[in-house]
């Protein structure tokens, strides 16, 4: 079965330290783009990281520029986020995002929840 499953989720305070990894299994990542959501309750999904398929080229969202860094690792089939100098605002559920060359070629993780309180 085709699966993107989140982990490193959970409950830091404000000023730590997380990684989120994304494991892809049933399919290989390494010609999809990757990208990690989050959403916060009553507010819209947002893009917060992007990384291409090379992982040449990444883009971040400017409420996360300096703190979170976009990886990927495609022999272990595998996309990181780490995010330093947590803050509370970036509480929220994030999700793994996978984009094939075809636009039916899209899967999402589960989500993995990051709580970021004192």
């Known amino acids: 079965q085709v699966q993107l499953v989140e982990s490193g989720g959970g409950l830091v305070q404000p000023g730590g330290s997380l990684r989120l990894s994304c494991a892809a299994s049933g399919f290989t990542i390494s010609n999809n783009a990757m990208s990690w959501y989050r959403q916060a309750p009553g507010k819209e999904r947002e893009l917060v990281a992007a990384?291409?398929?090379?992982?040449?080229?990444?883009n971040y969202a400017d409420s996360v520029k300096g703190r979170f860094t976009i990886s990927r690792d495609n022999a272990k089939n595998t996309v990181y986020l780490q995010m330093n100098s947590l803050r509370a605002e970036d509480t929220a559920v994030y999700y793994c995002?996978?984009?094939?060359?075809?636009?039916?070629?899209?899967?999402w993780g589960q989500g993995t929840q990051v709580t970021v309180s004192s």
């Open positions: 995002k996978s984009q094939g060359p075809y636009a039916t070629q899209r899967h």
């Open positions: 990384i291409t398929s090379a992982g040449g080229s990444t």
